[in-house]
Each structure stands twice: as C-alpha cells, then as structure tokens.
C-alpha cells in the first residue's frame, strides 16, 4: 500500500512539472531560437608577402557574442585566385575544411596558429592597400571586410 502511494506521489509530481512547462510556453526546442551567432571582426591585417606574387597570409579575429556557435567553412577575395583556412603547431601546418567560433567566444588567426592563406594574387598588394574577404560561416552567412596591408614584420600591439 505504502508502495502504491509512492509512486501515485511520483505520478502527480511529474504531471504537475508537465503542466508548469506547457503553461511556461516551453516549446521543446532547446531554447536554439535564442541560440544564433552574432559575430564581428576585428584586427584583420596581410603582411606585406616576402617575395614578389609570392603566398600572403592573413590574419584577424572573430569575435561571437551570441549564445550559438557557429564555423568559419570558407574565405574569398576578389583580389585572389584563392583563400585556404590553415592550422598550425610547432611542428606542421595543414589545410583544414573549417574553424570553430564557439558561443560568446573568439576566433583567433594570428601567427602559429589558424591563419589564411592567401594566393595567386590579381595584382602584387603594397603596404597600405585593403583588400577585401569575403567570410563564408555556417549558419551566419557572408561577412565582407576589408583588410589592410601591413609590412612584413608588422605585430600588433608593437
């Protein structure tokens, strides 16, 4: 009897929580309507490449101040024949498909890290040009920035 009661209290409670979700207007979804990137860019620069329509490398940063993550998946210019996204450590560096930019974080491309590569340019870039990428990301769309040119030994924050 005692066991009956139990799990008539079990029953009840679990209704009761039923009912409080559906009058909260739970819709079962997770809560992803609220769930969307928002990103910006920022700290965008190409050194200056070493040798003469030789490979560039460009690096920036993507910052995602919504609760959804969201993927770097491809990067163009008109100014290049080609865009590739790159990963690197001490030892090896590898062309890699896409990049993360996770919930209310960053993306960093910055040197020894993930960085763009950058060739076949249209025209040789000079130290103070901008040139223009286009961000492709999963789910946020196309992100148009222009990027500056920056001498070869150029560091931020030096």
């Known amino acids: 009897m005692r066991r009956a009661a139990l799990v008539g209290a079990g029953v009840a409670t679990a209704l009761t929580a039923g ?49 959804g993550e969201d993927r770097l998946v491809k990067v163009t210019s008109p100014a290049a024949g080609s865009v590739t996204l790159h990963r690197s450590s001490e030892t090896s560096m590898e062309e890699v498909q896409s990049l993360s930019v996770p919930a209310h974080g960053t993306l960093e491309l910055a040197r020894g890290g993930n960085h763009l590569m950058i060739m076949g340019w249209q025209k040789q870039p000079a130290v103070g040009d901008e040139l223009e990428l286009d961000l492709t990301f999963a789910k946020s769309g196309t992100i148009a920035i222009k990027v500056p040119v920056k001498p070869l030994t150029y560091r931020p924050g030096s």
């Open 19 to 67: 009912a409080i979700l559906v009058g909260c207007g739970f819709s079962g979804t997770g809560g992803t309507a609220d769930a969307a990137a928002r990103l910006t860019v920022d700290g965008s620069y190409i050194p200056l490449p070493a040798t003469p329509g030789g490979m560039g490398a460009g690096y920036l940063t993507v910052r995602n101040d919504g609760a």
